[in-house]
């Protein structure tokens, strides 16, 4: 059967970037550039409003990154694939990214061959990683199907969405505009602020700001 095309949304903030990868892409008839995004918040809603097939996704952007938008488009669009293209290669980004639902991650330094040989495999339903940062993942020392959801901080157990909260409480958003951002209700958002005030044995809303801050949990 031959391979369909690939309905893609690149979602960077540099928008010299996403032009070049424009005109890398275009040459390839099995991938389509169908919209783009700057950042995470507008590829979850761009991803609402039109039908496309995967995301080809920053780590870092502004208002959402790349992490937390993942998490949001695979809770809410299970069937789009994401790919991850970014300069961050260590361990702690990447397991968290493939830990958001993440399908793929591509170093941007890997060469357009290996982001189309990345998008392709995707396109089969397989996971991808670059060559220079497979090895994290072989000889039992972690794996891209499995693994708990949470980030290990001193004592307690912090999931990758609570620190996605974390980092909105600490730029002062409300529980109703954590709820906006993320797409989750104002309750959820609410139960979010809770856990982290009771995980972090802070006692307000301030003190778990101070400690996030002062312990670069953000």
């Known amino acids: 059967m031959p391979e369909q095309k690939l309905k893609l949304l690149v979602a960077d903030d540099h928008r010299l970037f996403i032009e070049g990868l424009q005109y890398v892409l275009k040459q390839d008839l099995h991938i389509e550039v169908a919209g783009f995004a700057v950042n995470g918040k507008e590829a979850i809603e761009k991803c609402n409003s039109k039908n496309f097939d995967a995301v080809l996704m920053d780590v870092h952007m502004p208002v959402i990154d790349g992490i937390q938008a993942t998490i949001a488009i695979k809770q809410l669009y299970p069937n789009i694939k994401v790919i991850m293209l970014s300069t961050a290669n260590d361990l702690t980004t990447i397991t968290n990214a493939l830990k958001a639902g993440a399908n793929a991650y591509v170093l941007k330094d890997a060469?357009?061959?290996?982001?189309?040989?990345?998008?392709?495999?995707?396109?089969?339903?397989?996971?991808?990683?670059?060559?220079?940062?497979?090895?994290?993942?072989s000889k039992g020392t972690g794996n891209t199907k499995t693994g708990k959801?949470?980030?290990?901080?001193?004592?307690?157990?912090?999931?990758?969405?609570e620190q996605g909260v974390l980092r909105l409480i600490a730029e002062g958003y409300t529980n109703q505009q954590i709820a906006d951002t993320l797409f989750i209700s104002v309750k959820t958002a609410d139960t979010h602020r809770k856990n982290l005030i009771a995980k972090l044995k802070v006692t307000n809303t301030a003190s778990l700001v101070k400690f996030a801050v002062e312990n670069k949990l953000i």
């Open 149 to 161: 959801d949470y980030i290990h901080f001193s004592e307690s157990l912090i999931t990758i969405r």
């Open 111 to 137: 060469g357009s061959a290996e982001l189309i040989k990345a998008l392709h495999a995707v396109n089969r339903d397989e996971t991808y990683l670059s060559a220079s940062i497979a090895h994290f993942f």
